[in-house]
Every structure is written in C-alpha cells, then in structure tokens.
C-alpha cells in the first residue's frame, strides 16, 4: 500500500512538473520571434560578408546561420501560427548553395553567389514574422 501511495504521490510530481515546463502561447511566441531575429542578425553578418573577410569567419557565419535555423525550426514548433515553409525551403536552398561553392572560389565570388539565397531568406523570415506577429522581425 504505501509503494502505491509513494507511486502515486511521484506520479503526480512528475505530471505537475511536465506541465510546468510547458511555455505559454506569450512566452513560445516570444521565444520563436527572438529566434528569427537571431536568424536575421546571423544571415546579414553572411550577407555582408566582403574579401577582406577570412574563410574562418565565413565559416562560423555559415555555422551560425545554420545554428539561428535550427532554433528557429525548435521554437516554431510551440507556436502554431508559424507557418515555416517558405522559410526552410529558402534556408534550405541557401545552405546547398554554400555547401556546393568551389573550393576554389573566393570569398567575394562565394558572398557574390550566395548574396541572392540570403536575401531570400531575408523575405522568407519577414514573412513568417508577419504571420506570427513579431515585432520587428
């Protein structure tokens, strides 16, 4: 009887504790418009990316856009409104276009070819924004 009770009592602990952990519909939306606004400060620093740039830092700005994405694609999952499509398909295609540069190329002829993929995931995350109804995307 009493390691029913003690079962019982841990039981609840943990659904009590479960549901604690759940954000509001404030708090995941807040979460996810942070979330796309780290994504745009990640593929401006990639936009902006010039010679006089080493391939190190070109790498950590393609590391960091992949890693906003990734944040965004976990917060987006509370928030039902966010509506990612667009978005993943633009990020997507940006990080093939990045994976796919010559070995070869240049840092301006590799900031040259991706500059259109980034500005498409420039629109695409304004768009969800929008539709999210984060401030200032």
Do not use: I, Y
């Given at each position: 009887?009493?390691?029913?009770?003690?079962?019982?009592?841990?039981?609840?602990?943990?659904?009590?504790?479960?549901?604690?952990?759940?954000p509001t519909g404030a708090e995941a939306t807040a979460t996810f418009c942070a979330?796309?606004?780290?994504?745009?400060?990640?593929?401006?620093?990639?936009?902006?990316?010039?010679?006089?740039?080493?391939?190190?830092?070109?790498?950590?700005?393609?590391?960091?856009?992949?890693?906003?994405?990734?944040?965004?694609?976990?917060?987006?999952?509370?928030?039902?409104?966010?509506?990612?499509?667009?978005?993943?398909?633009?990020?997507?295609?940006?990080?093939?276009?990045?994976?796919?540069?010559?070995?070869?190329?240049?840092?301006?002829?590799?900031?040259?070819?991706?500059?259109?993929?980034?500005?498409?995931?420039?629109?695409?995350?304004?768009?969800?924004?929008?539709?999210?109804?984060?401030?200032?995307?």
């Amino acid at each position: 009887m009493r390691t029913k009770l003690l079962s019982l009592v841990f039981s609840g602990v943990l659904l009590a504790a479960c549901q604690a952990a759940q954000p509001t519909g404030a708090e995941a939306t807040a979460t996810f418009c942070a979330d796309l606004r780290a994504l745009g400060r990640s593929v401006a620093a990639l936009e902006n990316t010039t010679g006089a740039a080493t391939v190190g830092e070109f790498q950590q700005r393609t590391k960091a856009v992949e890693d906003s994405w990734n944040a965004v694609k976990e917060s987006a999952k509370a928030v039902p409104q966010a509506r990612t499509n667009d978005l993943e398909t633009a990020t997507e295609d940006l990080q093939k276009t990045m994976n796919g540069l010559s070995k070869d190329a240049s840092l301006t002829e590799a900031a040259r070819e991706v500059a259109p993929k980034v500005q498409n995931v420039g629109q695409a995350r304004q768009q969800v924004g929008s539709g999210a109804r984060c401030a200032t995307t």
